[in-house]
């Protein structure tokens, strides 16, 4: 039988058409990108390692086929410096002093000196419980009222009062964010109890991985943590220590945290001593930034981002019988996804009214780090970056039926993703965890932090689903440990689903009149001066109607 296409009804014809733009992507590309970077050979590519090198070469080799331009300082790298700190535990004590009796802490198994901040060689002095430790202006909430801090070291329960929404609360999380206030008070360092109903990854796993030194960026401008001295993670199972004779227990303040209840102040009866030595050396890495130009005169010196982080944490503990974590969805499939995407631009030209800039960013596993020295030395200029669309584990592991978009009822940009989405027959949701702060755990927040409407996407599941069990798994078993690597069930078809969104929605923040903005009523926006927002009126970008 022979239908000529011309007999065919138009319902038809659109659905074939339709079919077509969802042709772009098989998943199996994207698999055989991720086969490479999560290699053995690549070592879990840490920050400014060999392996780290070797995925970038093979990205940029990549980017060329793929016929990106260079778009970084030098060719398509942009190079980073950091200072790399490493505990050097067997020269460390921390302890608890109880009426002037010690009561030792064993490192690992009771608490982590954590070296984000770098730690002062000698440090004692008292703890005071602060709750939730927040000071949110925008809810006149303040867990410092009244209580005396100067030269103490406080107790924070991690985690947010519900009357916070969940962006802010994450805002205030940040380490940044949080010594600002903490400084302001005058307090001189933290210990951090985990909220027990959102960790992530057990105890065992998190004290393992405090062998892998911790990293900042070498450039005076980024410390935020002048005045800090000391830093400590208490184990949950031994966080009752710190607050007997204090009238209160562990376990309350934890039930309390659990269902987002506010928390109560007071001093605690210990004080805390801690001895400590760090070794700290010099490490060099890059940013690769790589560019598909925009062809409308007016348009094509804006930028739509699409952005992933190509480091991981490298060699570390032993954990059934594999040092190497791979990183094979953290975040070989957000990178692969990036590669993969240039590819498709390539068999399947666009036309692009603005520019694509590809950038996949170091040291995000360290701390966003790459990411944040690209947001303030933007290789293209600040301003006229319009969007980040940021790919981080997004985890095809479950057939693709609802994404997460953390982000989306923060600008416009989560309402295209909606369309977009729907368009696939793929619901939206947003961050249903809050607790977890992905919002502020991945690149898009440095893009955030600079005034760019950013969203970062997830493949989903709805809260109580078969679904979500499979990624409560995911995370307890693989998450940051040597399983994850290419020997773990990956959904192709999924994958494949996903790349098609994005690269849909790439092309409407490319092609659209209008550039991505933030909602009247998004916290974030503050962030956008209306310098920064270029082609919006100035009375819009006040949010004068
Ligand atoms: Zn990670």
């Given at each position: 039988?022979?239908?000529?296409?011309?007999?065919?009804?138009?319902?038809?014809?659109?659905?074939?058409?339709?079919?077509?733009?969802?042709?772009?992507?098989?998943?199996?590309?994207?698999?055989?990108?991720i086969?490479?970077?999560?290699d053995?050979?690549?070592?879990?590519?840490?920050?400014?390692?060999?392996?780290?090198?070797?995925?970038?070469?093979?990205?940029?080799?990549?980017?060329?086929?793929?016929?990106?331009?260079?778009?970084?300082?030098?060719?398509?790298?942009?190079?980073?410096?950091?200072?790399?700190?490493?505990?050097?535990?067997?020269?460390?004590?921390?302890?608890?002093?109880?009426?002037g009796?010690?009561?030792?802490?064993?490192?690992?198994?009771d608490?982590?000196?954590?070296?984000?901040?770098?730690?002062?060689p000698e440090?004692?002095?008292?703890?005071?419980?602060?709750?939730?430790?927040?000071?949110?202006?925008?809810?006149?909430?303040?867990?410092?009222?009244?209580?005396d801090?100067?030269?103490?070291?406080?107790?924070?329960?991690?985690?947010?009062?519900?009357e916070?929404?969940?962006?802010?609360?994450?805002?205030?999380?940040?380490?940044?964010?949080?010594?600002?206030?903490?400084?302001?008070?005058?307090?001189?360092?933290?210990?951090?109890?985990?909220?027990?109903?959102?960790?992530?990854?057990?105890?065992?796993?998190?004290?393992?991985?405090?062998?892998?030194?911790?990293?900042?960026?070498?450039?005076?401008?980024?410390?935020?943590?002048?005045?800090?001295?000391?830093?400590?993670?208490?184990?949950?199972?031994s966080?009752?220590?710190?607050?007997?004779?204090?009238?209160?227990?562990?376990?309350?303040?934890?039930?309390?945290?659990?269902?987002?209840?506010?928390?109560p102040?007071?001093?605690?009866?210990?004080?805390?001593?801690?001895?400590?030595?760090?070794?700290?050396?010099?490490?060099?890495?890059?940013?690769?930034?790589?560019?598909?130009?925009?062809?409308?005169?007016?348009?094509?010196?804006?930028?739509?981002?699409?952005?992933a982080?190509?480091?991981?944490?490298?060699?570390?503990?032993?954990?059934?019988?594999?040092?190497?974590?791979?990183?094979?969805?953290?975040?070989?499939?957000?990178?692969?996804?990036?590669?993969?995407?240039?590819?498709?631009?390539?068999?399947?030209?666009?036309k692009?009214?603005?520019?694509?800039?590809?950038?996949?960013?170091?040291?995000?596993?360290?701390?966003?780090?790459g990411?944040?020295?690209?947001?303030?030395?933007?290789?293209?200029?600040?301003?006229?970056?319009?969007?980040?669309?940021?790919?981080?584990?997004?985890l095809?592991?479950?057939?693709?039926?609802?994404?997460?978009?953390?982000?989306?009822?923060?600008?416009?940009?989560?309402d295209?993703?909606?369309?977009?989405?729907?368009?696939?027959?793929?619901?939206?949701?947003?961050?249903?965890?809050?607790?977890?702060?992905?919002?502020?755990?991945?690149?898009?927040?440095?893009?955030?932090?600079?005034?760019?409407?950013?969203?970062?996407?997830?493949?989903?599941?709805?809260?109580?689903?078969?679904?979500?069990?499979?990624?409560?798994?995911?995370?307890?078993?693989?998450?940051?440990?040597p399983?994850?690597?290419?020997?773990?069930?990956?959904?192709?078809g999924?994958?494949?689903?996903?790349e098609?969104?994005?690269?849909?929605?790439?092309?409407?923040?490319?092609?659209?009149?209008?550039?991505?903005?933030?909602?009247?009523?998004?916290?974030f926006?503050?962030?956008?001066?209306?310098?920064?927002?270029?082609?919006?009126?100035?009375?819009?970008?006040?949010?004068i109607?």
């Open positions: 039988m022979n239908i000529k296409a011309s007999s065919l009804p138009l319902a038809l014809v659109l659905a074939i058409s339709a079919a077509a733009q969802t042709a772009h992507f098989d998943g199996q590309t994207w698999w055989n990108h086969k490479v970077l999560a053995d050979k690549l070592e879990g590519r840490d920050t400014g390692s060999r392996g780290e090198r070797e995925a970038q070469k093979h990205a940029v080799e990549q980017l060329k086929n793929a016929g990106a331009e260079p778009a970084g300082s030098e060719g398509f790298y942009q190079p980073v410096k950091f200072v790399s700190r490493q505990i050097l535990e067997i020269d460390c004590r921390l302890a608890l002093l109880r009426d009796k010690r009561e030792p802490l064993a490192l690992g198994e608490a982590i000196i954590t070296t984000r901040i770098l730690p002062a440090v004692q002095a008292a703890l005071v419980f602060v709750g939730y430790g927040l000071k949110v202006p925008e809810k006149n909430y303040d867990d410092f009222a009244g209580l801090v100067r030269g103490k070291i406080v107790v924070i329960f991690s985690g947010s009062p519900s916070i929404p969940g962006a802010l609360a994450s805002h205030y999380q940040t380490l940044a964010e949080r010594w600002k206030t903490l400084r302001a008070a005058g307090a001189i360092g933290i210990v951090s109890l985990m909220n027990p109903a959102v960790m992530d990854i057990p105890w065992s796993r998190i004290a393992l991985n405090r062998a892998h030194p911790t990293m900042e960026l070498d450039y005076p401008e980024f410390n935020e943590t002048e005045g800090a001295k000391l830093a400590v993670t208490v184990n949950p199972a966080a009752e220590r710190l607050f007997a004779g204090s009238g209160h227990t562990f376990a309350e303040i934890a039930a309390l945290g659990k269902e987002r209840k506010p928390l102040h007071f001093p605690l009866t210990v004080s805390m001593a801690a001895k400590t030595k760090v070794e700290v050396t010099q490490v060099e890495s890059a940013n690769l930034v790589a560019r598909f130009p925009g062809t409308d005169p007016a348009l094509k010196d804006e930028y739509v981002v699409l952005s982080h190509l480091d991981h944490i490298g060699i570390g503990e032993l954990i059934n019988g594999d040092r190497i974590y791979n990183g094979a969805m953290d975040n070989g499939s957000g990178s692969a996804l990036v590669l993969d995407m240039a590819d498709s631009f390539k068999k399947h030209r666009e692009l009214r603005r520019s694509l800039l590809l950038v996949l960013v170091t040291g995000e596993e360290k701390g966003l780090l990411s944040k020295y690209f947001a303030a030395h933007p290789t293209v200029p600040a301003k006229s970056i319009v969007a980040d669309v940021n790919v981080d584990m997004f095809p592991i479950v057939p693709l039926k609802i994404l997460t978009v953390l982000g989306l009822d923060e600008s416009d940009l989560g295209r993703t909606r369309e977009i989405a729907q368009s696939f027959g793929v619901k939206v949701q947003p961050d249903p965890e809050p607790l977890r702060n992905v919002f502020i755990r991945s690149d898009q927040y440095n893009f955030i932090r600079h005034g760019i409407p950013s969203v970062m996407i997830d493949v989903g599941a709805e809260p109580g689903s078969p679904e979500q069990k499979v990624f409560k798994e995911w995370l307890t078993q693989r998450y940051h440990a399983s994850d690597d290419v020997n773990q069930p990956v959904d192709l999924a994958a494949a689903k996903y098609e969104i994005v690269r849909a929605l790439l092309l409407n923040v490319a092609n659209r009149d209008l550039r991505p903005r933030w909602n009247s009523d998004s916290f926006r503050r962030y956008a001066e209306p310098a920064k927002i270029g082609q919006i009126k100035i009375p819009e970008a006040l949010g109607k």
